[in-house]
């Protein structure tokens, strides 16, 4: 992956994580004329007006680039490679099989001491829905839960207007695009499917306004636990409600208690904020998995 020039992020088998490499001769010119031999190769084009380009090359390695004005500067690489080798059924086996647990909180815990309970939460790679009005904080306090995502997790932002503070080296700001002075309208909902391709270990969406819950809903349930985003709403519960209007109205045939199961079976936690006398402050939680 390259999310800057001078630098890469490669993943080996068997390697614990991303490893960081210098790159000094990766710069956003290269990455350009990839894009546009690649383009040529699967008859695509990339430019301002179409800044996401994904293909899969005759050897099967699969490419995702992002560019200006999709990102807020450089261009943007991912690319995803699998091991030509055979590996035998027994290499996976690793005793018996212990499906993964999913976090479990306890409410009044967490009402003593929410800020405690949240270092938790995110340790625990919980999925976080921050809850509130107008003006109630929810981007300050989304920076703040980002400032306690480990520091070697790819995070992968994706906003309406930039706002998110970016403090991670191995990180990616996505930024919607209005389609004004003849560039793409590229929507929320269409980076964050293209972030999907980009190896998240987290994914951070600023604002569920639409379509895109559906999607971010999606990626939680495909293996992104641990993602973040905000939502207008007045209590968790008001909150969930929102959430599942937004996916019904993206037509998926789900009932109205079908569509509320479905988002506490993915949400693990909404946080509520309100303003009071001038302070901005953590006012209820809601635990979708605990007591």
Request: charged share 20%.
């Amino acid at each position: 992956m390259v999310n800057r020039p001078g630098e890469a992020w490669i993943e080996t088998s068997g390697a614990a994580g991303l490893q960081r490499e210098p790159a000094p001769a990766i710069d956003d010119r290269l990455i350009e004329q990839l894009a546009y031999q690649i383009a040529r190769e699967t008859h695509q084009g990339i430019n301002r007006e179409r800044p996401v380009l994904a293909a899969t090359l005759p050897d099967g390695a699969r490419i995702q680039i992002i560019a200006p004005p999709a990102t807020p500067r450089h261009w943007c690489l991912a690319v995803r490679r699998h091991r030509l080798r055979d590996v035998p059924l027994s290499d996976f086996a690793a005793g018996p099989v212990t499906p993964p647990a999913r976090p479990v909180f306890r409410r009044a815990e967490a009402l003593r001491d929410p800020v405690g309970f949240l270092a938790e939460a995110v340790a625990a790679r919980a999925t976080i829905l921050v809850s509130g009005g107008t003006s109630s904080g929810k981007t300050t306090f989304l920076n703040a839960l980002l400032g306690l995502v480990p520091a070697d997790e790819r995070v992968i932002v994706v906003e309406d207007t930039p706002e998110v503070r970016l403090r991670h080296a191995n990180a990616v700001q996505l930024v919607a695009v209005k389609g004004e002075m003849g560039e793409a309208r590229l929507s929320t909902n269409d980076l964050l499917q293209a972030s999907l391709r980009m190896r998240p270990d987290r994914i951070v969406l600023g604002e569920l306004r639409g379509e895109e819950a559906v999607s971010f809903l999606r990626a939680i349930n495909t293996g992104h636990p641990g993602s973040v985003s905000t939502i207008h709403a007045n209590s968790p519960a008001a909150a969930l409600e929102q959430l599942a209007l937004m996916v019904m109205q993206a037509g998926l045939g789900l009932s109205h208690d079908e569509t509320i199961t479905y988002a506490r079976s993915v949400i693990d936690v909404v946080v509520q904020l309100d303003r009071s006398g001038g302070r901005r402050q953590v006012s209820d939680l809601l635990i979708c998995a605990g007591d």
